[in-house]
């Protein structure tokens, strides 16, 4: 009279330092990351401001070199706020092609995009980390790469995520009058083999596995009443 299901739940996480994009395994390009903190959706100062490091007319971004495997289904997801700027594209590479969507980071909205299979959007509690933060995600199938994963960030992976601040919807090269402004605000980067951006854990310099075992053993399962228990002498019908 009971139906145990006990499965267990794998969550990745292939970004190192997630929560800080000052390490220099993010490569910036026109961009710095100062090192003094913000306030972070989960209500700890771990959060980065991302400022512009020159004021030509060129794209301001963050990148990190990461093992991607051909014929893979990832989602890559980013935690961002805005600062001077309202937009902000996510882009992973598996070394081959690119695969990108444009966030605006007032409404979510998602507008020009690349290569992904979906994208999708979700805004933070507004009580939490000062408020405004919209988590990001993308969902892609690697159709180049490399074997297995051994070693993270190693110079010879072929993929790599990459954060870019916008001031609009598909540009990527703008100019920002004054040299330090906040562009916007990241916190908690993820890469996953899974098609949807699942819970945010965080790495350092090691990529993270957590394993969960969940358990439901509910007594009954009854979903519309019927008695389906055969009759010891059941009726011609």
Request: proline share 3%; charged share 15%.
């Amino acid at each position: 009279g009971r139906l145990n299901i006990n499965y267990t739940q794998f969550l990745f996480n292939d970004a190192l330092h997630s929560q800080d994009s000052t390490n220099a395994v993010w490569a910036k390009t026109n961009a710095n990351v100062p090192a003094n903190l913000a306030e972070a959706p989960d209500n700890t100062n771990t959060a980065n401001a991302i400022t512009n490091s020159n004021n030509a007319s060129n794209a301001k971004d963050i990148k990190q070199l990461i093992a991607i495997d051909a014929g893979k289904t990832y989602s890559a997801s980013v935690h961002l706020k805005k600062g001077a700027f309202n937009f902000a594209r996510l882009i992973a590479s598996d070394g081959t092609n690119t695969y990108s969507a444009d966030f605006n980071l007032t409404t979510g909205a998602v507008g020009t995009s690349s290569g992904i299979i979906s994208s999708s959007h979700f805004k933070v509690d507004s009580t939490l980390g000062g408020g405004g933060w919209i988590r990001c995600s993308i969902t892609f199938q690697a159709t180049a790469g490399h074997g297995e994963v051994t070693v993270q960030n190693d110079t010879d992976d072929p993929g790599s995520i990459t954060f870019q601040a916008l001031s609009a919807d598909n540009n990527t090269t703008v100019s920002v009058a004054v040299g330090g402004t906040i562009l916007m605000y990241t916190w908690g980067f993820q890469l996953e083999t899974d098609i949807e951006a699942t819970t945010y854990i965080p790495t350092t310099n090691s990529f993270n596995r957590v394993t969960t075992t969940l358990n439901d053993t509910s007594d009954v399962w009854d979903f519309d009443g019927a008695d389906l228990t055969p009759e010891a002498d059941p009726d011609d019908e």
